[in-house]
């Protein structure tokens, strides 16, 4: 029988336990490992897509699945993405949870019907007869020098379908709790990742664990300017925040993470706390992201606004193959540092 003292120290080292029992993935392992925890978890998940079977998906995210699960729950598809979208739409309707990756994420835009007129909005039509849980996921954004057509960034596109939610994963640890979490949602979810952070490093809990899908993630508090971001940009940001701090501005940095709807208690409370907000976004400029959180934050909390908000966007050109120009249409760090030094004149 364990004395008093004995039960507190197993309570110590249980806690201890819990807090730093973590495992390194890079990022693309971590969506891996969020997958497959979650096929195992439920029968009902299956995955579609070009490539994703016995060669694991363009990026290896679906790794070593085939194997385990077998040729019907990891399905190779043809090059035929209006075809597996609608193959996972329809599989959604009858009970199944497929997860469908486009290789890359421009390729889906030939799924555009699907996804628009049948995934967001089966449910209503339907009159609530059907659900739709499935995840359509896969690599975007500005790569290295991967072209016009390969360096897509879509979620302006999708954004205005109504009955979808859109999520950005930018940390091995968030982006393995939204696979998880999308995956176990009722509503149809698009999960954007980048192709430049697969290969980020982090130690992630070995304990099952979810991030919500309608929250963002607080990275850095701070007291002068509010920086809204997701995605890439992030890491672009807290370069930037580091030159900032030295110049003795404190910025508060917010990866929005939920694309759709905007986590707006966070922003709020931000907004409130600041008084200047800056968007630094990969998207396009013209009916982007940040174009929709300006009309968000001005219609709930303009008045909390000491200074105009600010949104430092990717140009409304297609994206150079050469690298230099290429670079010349995204945002960079020393423009953030300027956007913000002008916010807090």
Known sequence: MLTPFQYLLSGIYLTRYILYSRHELLLFEALQEGLEEEMERDLRVCVMGEDVGHYGGSYKVTKGLAKKFGDLRVLDTPIAENSF???GIGAAMTGLRPVVEGMNMGFLLLAFNQISNNCGMLHYTSGGQFTIPIVIRGPGGVGRQLGAEHSQRLESYFQSIP???MVACSTPYNAKGLMKAAIRSENPVILFEHVLLYNLKERIPDEDYICNLEEAEMVRPGEHVTILTYSRMRYHVMQAAKTLVNKGYDPEVIDIRSLKPFDLYTIGNSVKKTHRVLIVEECMRTGGIGASLIAAITENFNDYLDAPIMCLSSQD?????AGTLEEVTVVQPAQ????VEQLCQ
């Open 85 to 87: 979208a609608g193959m």
């Open 336 to 339: 953030i540092v300027t956007a």
């Open 317 to 321: 050109v297609p994206t150079p193959y």
């Open 163 to 165: 009955g979808i939610q």
